[in-house]
């Protein structure tokens, strides 16, 4: 089936570092969604990315929509403790008709304070 | 509103062991799905819905059965449970076929011994 490569798959950081994740693909996707989720629970949307080139922002957090439509980062900035999480990059496939969403393996990011 | 309430939150099940992972939202979506989260392999789609009647595997479906009598309503059922459905089950709903405003549920854990 097709794959999102996210990376990095983990990341410890400094309180106030900036820190940026990505995930790519070999499938051209119509959409790209980054989630988070806190530990216990369900991924929580944070940024939709409809449009190749589309730089989008939700507070700190920055997040594209590649050129070639296979590829997506998210960016946050000047990271504090409750930013410590698992973020997933999903992405819905062009072609696909039934809306279904391809996830990442996730990014596991622990903040030090 | 609840949103999505997913019952249990935790069980141990011994290997051959049925049980139903409970999925209920208040949200008057028509689109639902059964995930399982595995360490370091993302989301991965077991089945969904997209309205009361209507359900279709998803990318992991081997296992499971499910049923949709209302719009409410999707519960997961595990027939003859093995060590490898040892997973954290997540339920999400979205209102309509572009799913990327999925609600998650809590999230289910599950351990087959």
Not at chain 1, 18 to 35: A, E, G, H, R
Not at chain 1, 48 to 69: D, H, P, V, W
Not at chain 2, 19 to 31: F, G, I, P, S, V
Request: charged content about 15%; overall charge neutral.
């Amino acid at each position: 089936g097709q794959q999102l490569n996210q990376s990095p798959q983990s990341m410890f950081i400094q309180e106030g570092e900036d820190v940026s994740m990505n995930c790519t693909s070999s499938s051209i996707f119509n959409t790209w969604l980054w989630y988070k989720q806190d530990p216990g629970e369900g991924p929580v949307l944070l940024i939709a990315l409809y449009k190749a080139g589309e730089l989008t922002s939700n507070g700190r957090l920055t997040a594209q929509f590649g050129i070639t439509r296979k590829d997506s980062f998210l960016n946050i900035s000047a990271s504090i403790p409750s930013d410590v999480g698992i973020y997933f990059c999903a992405g819905q496939l062009g072609s696909s008709n039934t809306g279904k969403l391809i996830f990442g393996q996730g990014t596991t990011l622990q903040v030090k304070p | 509103n609840a949103g999505v309430t997913q019952t249990p939150k935790f069980r141990i099940l011994k290997i051959g062991q049925s049980m139903t992972l409970q999925c209920a939202q208040d949200m008057n979506h028509n689109y639902m799905y059964w995930y399982r989260q595995d360490p370091g392999m993302g989301l991965k789609l077991i089945y969904y819905s997209v309205g009361a009647g209507i359900t279709d595997k998803g990318e992991v479906p081997n296992g499971y059965n499910v049923s949709r009598s209302t719009t409410e309503d999707f519960p997961l059922r595990l027939e003859l449970a093995a060590p490898s459905q040892t997973s954290v089950y997540f339920c999400a709903s979205s209102y309509g076929q572009i799913n990327e405003k999925l609600f998650f549920g809590s999230g289910t854990q599950l351990s087959v011994l």
